[in-house]
């Protein structure tokens, strides 16, 4: 059984810093992924609408900071109860300003590693190895190597940013085993896969993979720390934070991003309010007030907020109930599956999936986004793959390659810039720098490298 004691766990992976009294561990975390560059590139990469002309609609980054708004005060309210509820936390100093920070900083980090044009990024690169010109390295790649490959999981390429060396600082942005925890929502690799059939696919946690096959010793290590439970190799229950942080995610994306498509007339605006309203209690929803907003766009907000608010109730109420079951690893489903307004979640999910997630606009640039990170990736794959066989024949001359090599960032060549004798780390290299483009960058590299714009 897993104690709360080791999974709040301020040892950080890679060299440990000194003290610092203006602010705890956790909230170091939250700075650290705030200054990275990582972060930063999510202000121009989808979250629902592709590229939008509007300065309303959300992007991964705003969306990232929403998630971790809702996500910190899930935590504080959760640690409050399970500080009253353990009393050796309280003995310990342990704060629900704690709890609140760890999800804070794993919410502001859940997308951190999603490719460029929303989740259908992933399955453009995913589709490059699959069914594209990718498919040749099949046969010279590991089986669980191939694996990565070919179901590119943004949540594995998030776990990469946030503790590879590769850009020279040990354990990446060096955060605390606590924070890295709470953020992988699927504790196991892809080559876990079919161990796990054997509990039918009811693990919400075992349903995608969240750590690359190259790293499943640095899981190992977070794991051991925190006293995570296995559940076989390289597999493990999730953190119980972990939870929480897809919790918050859930409820942000649900009702923020079927806001969006209220206020760009992808939904009928009265079918959208009276959809929120189902949400809120009675009691808590002030018809008069609404009533004398006369905008329909600060009607939504008001809406919004009502229904988040009592989102962050039920789910805090539900995590309490089964918080023991949680602990042993028994307790595997998503708090928003079996909150009581879970249905009308679900109601809400299903129009914006018909209305929003489908819509023409989403479509169009979703599916140029194929060809464009396709492409990209094969230019670059052949570059390294050129370099790397003229480092071996170095009578060899690849022209357009050895340009292409000097675009490519160095930590995306090899360990310490060197090419990776590898073939599955040049792939995985080649894909991460891809992944970690801005939509507006890969769009503007891509037209540049095809001689479509020249600037």
Known sequence: MMNWKQLLSGKRLG???????????????????????????????????????????????????????????????????????????KDIGVTDADFGAIVAAACLAHDIGNPPFGHSGEKAISEYFLNGKGKRFQAVVDVHEWKDLTSFEGNANGFRLLTDASNG?????????????????YPKTAAATKQMAKDGGKRASQKKYGIFHYQKEILGEVAGDLGLISLGSDSWARHPLAFVMEAADDICYRIIDFEDGIRLGLIGVEEGFRLLKNLIPN??????????????????SYLRAKAIGAMITETVAVFMENEEHILE????????????????????????????????????????????????LEMFIKA????????????????????????????????????DDSLYMRLMRISQFVAGMTDSYAINLYHQLKGIKLS
Do not use: W
Request: glycine fraction near 6%; proline fraction near 3%; hydrophobic fraction near 35%.
């Open 15 to 89: 060299v440990q810093s000194g003290a610092d009294i203006s602010r705890t561990v956790f909230e170091r975390d939250y700075d650290r992924v705030v200054f990275s560059s990582a972060f930063r590139r999510m202000q121009d990469k989808t979250q629902v609408i592709p590229l939008p002309d509007s300065d309303f609609v959300h992007t991964r980054l705003t969306h990232s900071l929403e998630v971790s708004c809702v996500g910190r005060s899930l935590g504080r309210m959760i640690g409050q109860q399970v500080i009253a509820k353990h009393d050796y936390l």
């Open 169 to 185: 600082l040990e354990g990446g942005l060096g955060l605390c085993y606590a924070t890295l925890g709470a953020f992988t929502k």
């Open 384 to 419: 390294v793959n050129d370099s790397y066989y003229c480092k071996k024949h170095p009578e060899n001359k690849f022209y357009r390659s050895e340009k292409l090599m000097q675009i490519l960032p160095k930590q995306f060549v090899g360990a310490d810039g060197e090419i």
């Open 283 to 300: 009691e808590q929803l002030d018809e008069d007030k609404l009533a004398q907003i006369f905008d329909d766009r600060a009607r939504a």
């Open 329 to 376: 690893g028994s307790f595997d489903t998503a708090l928003t599956d079996v909150i009581p307004s879970a249905a009308k979640l679900d109601e809400i999910q299903m129009l914006s999936i018909k209305k929003v997630y489908q819509s023409r606009p989403v479509l169009d640039i979703e599916s140029a986004g194929f060809t464009v990170l396709g492409d990209l």
